[in-house]
């Protein structure tokens, strides 16, 4: 069974920019979730799509979005690109049927913001 | 607010020896914990996981213990090998969300 995977796996933009990541989860999964990986904030949670609908946000500006297609394929967003935006963006995939489920991550996207 | 305290930040281990690794947590409403290991270029893969209504679970070397009444829970690698030399996350979770609150990692390094 293929794992998680996600596209592009690195990333170079500059401030003001914006960014569409892409995850593709494993298949039969139907909950897909985004985190945010830095050095100095560790790993957080971004939002979650389970069938199309967003089930779950973090605390993060409006300028991160996603959303998840019928084939529970999700994309995430990042308008108007900072510095600090620089990070491992990474997807995690789950049967998201009842909660507490494995959560199965992909390699991560590399973001640069110059 | 760092909703899961992870301690230490880093680990020097003897290859056989035992890591032990620790974290703590307030919110009562927790109720699910795993941990995970990252390798450098890599996502984050799950090890072990725990829920409240027991105190200890083992899967091969690694063993979660749990104590509930003092909201801790630790990691604990028996036999580490120098292929353990990774970041460890532990993380926590409520019923009603799928959302995971990691700890800050601790980087385990297991010398031959």
């Known amino acids: 069974k293929a794992g998680v995977t996600q596209t592009p796996r690195y990333l170079i933009k500059t401030r003001g920019q914006q960014v569409t990541l892409s995850c593709s989860p494993i298949?039969?999964?139907?909950?897909v979730s985004w985190y945010q990986q830095t050095p100095g904030q560790g790993l957080q949670f971004l939002f979650e799509y389970f069938s199309e609908t967003q089930r779950n946000k973090g605390n993060f500006p409006g300028r991160f979005s996603g959303r998840q297609f019928s084939n529970s394929r999700s994309e995430m967003n990042v308008s108007t690109l900072e510095l600090g935006d620089s990070a491992l963006y990474l997807c995690a995939s789950s049967l998201g049927q009842t909660f507490g489920d494995e959560q199965f991550f992909g390699p991560g996207t590399r973001l640069t913001v110059l | 607010q760092q909703q899961v305290k992870q301690s230490p930040q880093s680990l020097i281990v003897q290859k056989g020896g035992i890591s032990i690794i620790n974290c703590a947590y307030e919110n009562t409403a927790f109720d699910y914990f795993p941990w995970y290991q990252q390798f450098p270029g890599k996502g984050p893969a799950l090890l072990i996981a725990i829920r409240p209504d027991v105190s200890e679970k083992k899967e091969g070397r690694f063993t979660i213990s749990f104590n509930k009444s003092a909201k801790q829970f630790s990691l604990h690698i028996m036999d580490s090998q120098p292929g353990d030399s990774a970041t460890y996350f532990c993380?926590?979770?409520?019923?009603?969300?799928?959302?995971?609150?990691f700890g800050t990692g601790t980087r385990l390094t297991v010398i031959p």
């Open positions: 298949s039969g999964h139907r909950s």
């Open positions: 993380a926590a979770s409520m019923t009603g969300a799928n959302n995971l609150f």
